[in-house]
């Protein structure tokens, strides 16, 4: 057909609507899915060359996201930053709600996961304030899933990670919620996978474990390897913290394997360590070190340091374990855990590693045990009942 004004938009219509399918029939940093969104960006550029700019500016957004989120997927922090900056910069400067909403969005997501947590979760409050559900919903389709979903599921997240678990778990509560209600797949698909890492922080092993089969089940439904990949690592993540080494080792195999065909690293330096508790419990032990060597490179090179401090906590739990225990290596692992997570304000990373570095106090009283902990990690100078209830259930786990 001969090239026409109204031809190319339709064009660039149709070539940004392929974005989203292939997000989740292959993955956000697949090949195809980036290829499609290069593509779009081409057009787009080629019809503004054209004195022919786009008529819906979400269009632009649309693809822009596309390039973020391929970088989220396969994770770069660095560029994950830039790019999210330069979103919200564009959306500042064009003052419409839905970018800068898309904007706070990824930029929140992007602090979080480099290890500013506060910061990150400060964006998705102002992202989530601008949310209006008879406007906004329909976005699911141009941008993955409901954004306020993805907002809730990520600052469930976030506030665990700052000392805040019952408003962690207020937020997953919804997020689960509204994506039922919507009765999206590709938005339950997501509040099943986040969530998950929420509810089994908390140490409700049973909600963890229910979402993980729920997802596998809709993902295999849907034909979306990459949520049935996510699946399987959280099967196989509730199965090593239960005890369950054996198949823990084996599930997590494989859906690590099924996730990395997807082009996808991000959550990776989270799995990493529950694979090697694993192999450590099944006298595994240079399979061990491999995973928590894997994981410590992964936080370096891609910058993904959002759960940096537990890396260094689960070594020191290993080294604890080894055939010939070395208490030294492993207060040095406890020690940069406690660091890492003080940098972040992760006080419960920081919780945890407090507590693994006073194991020696397992002979006294669990109330003496949980106090001391809490104030080695330096969080106890304004007691918070909520965090020491946190601090029970952790150590009771």
């Known amino acids: 057909m001969p090239g026409t004004p109204a031809l190319r938009r339709e064009q660039i219509k149709l070539q940004v609507a392929l974005i989203t399918p292939l997000i989740h029939v292959k993955g956000y940093a697949a090949a195809e899915t980036k290829a499609a ?46 790019l999210a900056a330069q979103f919200l910069a564009l959306a500042e400067k064009q003052r419409a ?34 949310y209006d559900p008879a406007e906004h919903r329909s976005l699911a389709t141009r941008f993955g899933q409901d954004t306020r979903m993805t ?81 399987m690592m959280n099967q196989g993540s509730v ?16 859906g690590i394997a099924a996730y990395r065909t997807t082009g996808a690293t991000i959550f990776l330096p989270f799995y990493l360590p529950h694979l090697a508790r694993a192999h450590a419990e099944l006298g595994q032990f240079e399979e061990a070190w491999r995973c928590i060597g894997e994981a410590m490179t992964a936080v370096e090179t891609t910058k993904e340091k959002w759960c940096e401090a537990e890396v260094h906590r689960v070594a020191g739990e290993i080294a604890l374990k080894s055939p010939e225990p070395d208490v030294a290596k492993a207060q040095a692992y406890f020690e940069r855990a406690l660091s890492v997570a003080r940098a972040q304000q992760a006080k419960s990373w920081e919780l945890r590693a407090a507590m693994s570095l006073d194991k020696k106090t397992r002979g006294r009283s669990l109330r003496f045990v949980v106090l001391e902990g809490l104030a080695r990690a330096r969080i106890l100078s304004d007691p918070d009942p909520e965090l020491l209830d946190a601090a029970y259930a952790e150590v009771s786990q």
């Open 37 to 82: 969104a290069k593509q779009a960006r081409l057009l787009i550029e080629q019809a503004e060359a054209l004195g022919e700019p786009s008529e819906e500016p979400l269009l632009l957004f649309s693809v822009l996201y596309a390039f973020w989120v391929a970088n989220f997927g396969a994770f770069n922090g660095d560029v994950c930053r830039d």
């Open 239 to 254: 199965l090593a913290l239960t005890g369950r080494a054996s198949g823990a080792t084996e599930m997590l195999i494989s």
């Open 151 to 231: 907002l809730l599921s990520y600052r469930s997240l976030a506030l665990w990670l700052l000392g805040c678990p019952e408003a962690a778990l207020s937020d997953a509560d919804e997020a689960l919620k509204n994506s039922r209600e919507i009765g999206q797949a590709a938005t339950l698909m997501f509040a099943l996978r986040i969530t998950q890492t929420t509810y089994g922080l908390c140490g409700n092993r049973v909600a963890t474990a229910a979402h993980a089969q729920e997802l596998v089940a809709l993902a295999e439904e849907k034909g979306a390897p990459f949520w049935k990949a996510f699946g």
């Open 97 to 130: 709600t839905v970018p800068l909403m898309i904007g706070h969005r990824i930029v929140g997501s992007s602090l979080l996961f480099t290890g500013d947590i506060a910061e990150g979760r400060g964006h998705f409050d102002q992202a989530l304030a601008l």
